[in-house]
């Protein structure tokens, strides 16, 4: 599902003969798709719901549009929930979608299954298309020979060299994400997309060699915007706050605006370190009304709020983000956090499980279950079963 492999949602527009009520429910259901890519995320899903009742043979197309309009908003778990629906309502492309996703997000062995049962289900439609996506999965294992018994690898796009070490990465195996980047750079060493991925890494594990490959990185690209982003993250990452602010001034003085939004994120999370807090958040706040979608913008003000003990703000902050999204274990963990606070502990304990259900990572949900102890194992129970040996 990275760049280049999303269908866009016209394309489903023309594959049957269609009545006078299909044309008009069609048109409101593009109409939904942009509503989704504007904000209004719940008039999108309310507008779809109607027409699936209308129409139920549509509840495939409906979940694609919604699946694929949460997955260029940069929310991976709601367009795999979509995804998901799109194949239990009789689509099986769904399940390639929701396959791609997950690889994505670093769920390789569930995609791996995935993958495997759409072929099973349908060799002749679906063999050729799932191969490929096998040999890229396994290739980012270094599992070369069972790469090769997919798909022979014969003219490899940069494209595809470049999902090899993103999944790579996804899986924390750094040293074949590496690796992948490097043969982009081989074929092709004027594109800045591998470099910048592999400072991501650097920065990733904290690794030293983020400065100097950041500052190359720069120096071959000194006026590549999402080089220049990243490498304003090493220098927050580093303490190298002075530095950080002439990319960030340099990223303000551009005249296309289309990575505003991100360099803004980044300039609050200087003030942040830099103690101004009421500056930072006002900067926030503003991001989060532009884009109520964005995790990184909800998590960093849900952070200051659980600091600053504002449980209120917090509370309302994530009441709104989990209509929204309801598939993230983090909008779940903070949601649990502030809901403990205000003392409705039932409350509390049903989002602290969905967080723990939802975390991809082991660690995590190890690191929530343990915060969260107190309501999975109140004292009181414990002293009952003191009692009761």
Same mark, same amino acid.
């Given at each position: 599902?990275?760049?280049?492999?999303?269908?866009?949602?016209?394309?489903?527009?023309?594959?049957?003969?269609?009545?006078?009520?299909?044309?008009?429910?069609?048109?409101?259901?593009?109409?939904?798709?942009?509503?989704?890519?504007?904000?209004?995320?719940?008039?999108?899903?309310?507008?779809?719901?109607?027409?699936?009742?209308?129409?139920?043979?549509?509840?495939?197309?409906?979940?694609?549009?919604?699946?694929?309009?949460?997955?260029?908003?940069?929310?991976?778990?709601?367009?795999?929930?979509?995804?998901?629906?799109?194949?239990?309502?009789?689509?099986?492309?769904?399940?390639?979608?929701?396959?791609?996703?997950? =690889?994505?997000? +670093?769920?390789?062995?569930? /995609? *791996?299954?995935?993958?495997?049962?759409?072929? @099973?289900? !349908?060799? %002749?439609? $679906?063999?050729?298309?799932?191969?490929?996506?096998?040999?890229?999965?396994?290739?980012?294992?270094?599992?070369?020979?069972?790469?090769?018994?997919?798909?022979?690898?014969?003219?490899?796009?940069?494209?595809?060299?470049?999902?090899?070490?993103?999944?790579?990465?996804?899986? =924390?195996?750094? +040293?074949?994400?590496?690796? /992948? *980047?490097?043969?982009?750079?081989?074929?092709? @060493?004027? !594109?800045? %997309?591998? $470099?910048?991925?592999?400072?991501?890494?650097?920065?990733?594990?904290?690794?030293?060699?983020?400065?100097?490959?950041?500052?190359?990185?720069?120096?071959?690209?000194?006026?590549?915007?999402?080089?220049?982003?990243?490498?304003?993250?090493?220098?927050?990452?580093?303490?190298?706050?002075?530095? +950080?602010?002439?990319?960030?001034?340099?990223?303000?003085?551009?005249?296309?605006?289309?990575?505003?939004?991100?360099?803004?994120?980044?300039?609050?999370?200087?003030?942040?370190?830099?103690?101004?807090?009421?500056?930072?958040?006002?900067?926030?706040?503003?991001?989060?009304?532009?884009?109520?979608?964005?995790?990184?913008?909800?998590?960093?003000?849900?952070?200051?709020?659980?600091?600053?003990?504002?449980?209120?703000?917090?509370?309302?902050?994530?009441?709104?983000?989990?209509?929204?999204?309801?598939?993230?274990?983090?909008?779940?963990?903070?949601?649990?956090?502030?809901?403990?606070?205000?003392?409705?502990?039932?409350?509390?304990?049903?989002?602290?499980?969905?967080?723990?259900?939802?975390?991809?990572?082991?660690?995590?949900?190890?690191?929530?279950?343990?915060?969260?102890?107190?309501?999975?194992?109140?004292?009181?129970?414990?002293?009952?079963?003191?009692?009761?040996?």
């Amino acid at each position: 599902m990275k760049k280049n492999r999303d269908r866009e949602a016209a394309e489903w527009f023309d594959l049957f003969e269609k009545s006078e009520q299909e044309v008009l429910l069609e048109i409101q259901m593009l109409s939904a798709y942009q509503w989704a890519l504007k904000d209004s995320i719940a008039k999108a899903a309310s507008k779809m719901d109607f027409i699936t009742k209308v129409i139920p043979e549509f509840a495939g197309k409906a979940n694609y549009i919604l699946g694929l309009a949460y997955y260029k908003r940069g929310v991976p778990e709601m367009a795999k929930y979509y995804f998901h629906n799109m194949f239990a309502n009789g689509d099986s492309t769904g399940l390639y979608y929701e396959a791609l996703v997950e =690889a994505d997000m +670093g769920q390789t062995d569930s /995609a *791996f299954l995935r993958l495997a049962a759409l072929r @099973s289900y !349908n060799p %002749a439609k $679906y063999h050729n298309l799932v191969r490929k996506e096998l040999a890229l999965l396994n290739q980012s294992r270094g599992l070369e020979m069972a790469a090769l018994a997919e798909w022979d690898f014969k003219g490899m796009t940069n494209d595809e060299q470049m999902r090899i070490g993103i999944y790579a990465d996804s899986t =924390a195996g750094y +040293g074949f994400a590496l690796a /992948a *980047f490097r043969k982009v750079i081989e074929k092709d @060493s004027t !594109n800045s %997309a591998p $470099y910048t991925e592999m400072l991501k890494i650097y920065r990733k594990y904290k690794n030293t060699e983020a400065i100097p490959n950041g500052e190359y990185l720069l120096k071959r690209f000194p006026n590549d915007p999402l080089a220049q982003l990243e490498m304003a993250r090493v220098y927050l990452d580093f303490q190298k706050l002075g530095e +950080g602010d002439k990319l960030i001034n340099q990223l303000k003085t551009r005249k296309d605006t289309i990575h505003k939004y991100q360099t803004e994120l980044v300039e609050a999370k200087y003030l942040l370190v830099r103690k101004d807090t009421a500056k930072a958040m006002t900067l926030l706040g503003k991001l989060f009304k532009q884009n109520v979608l964005n995790q990184e913008v909800i998590t960093t003000l849900a952070e200051v709020y659980k600091r600053k003990k504002e449980n209120e703000k917090g509370y309302r902050l994530m009441y709104d983000a989990i209509h929204a999204n309801t598939e993230n274990a983090e909008i779940w963990y903070y949601l649990a956090y502030f809901t403990r606070a205000y003392g409705v502990l039932e409350d509390a304990k049903f989002d602290a499980e969905r967080a723990i259900l939802l975390s991809p990572n082991p660690k995590r949900k190890e690191e929530i279950a343990r915060e969260f102890d107190d309501l999975f194992n109140p004292k009181e129970t414990q002293e009952v079963q003191k009692i009761e040996l």
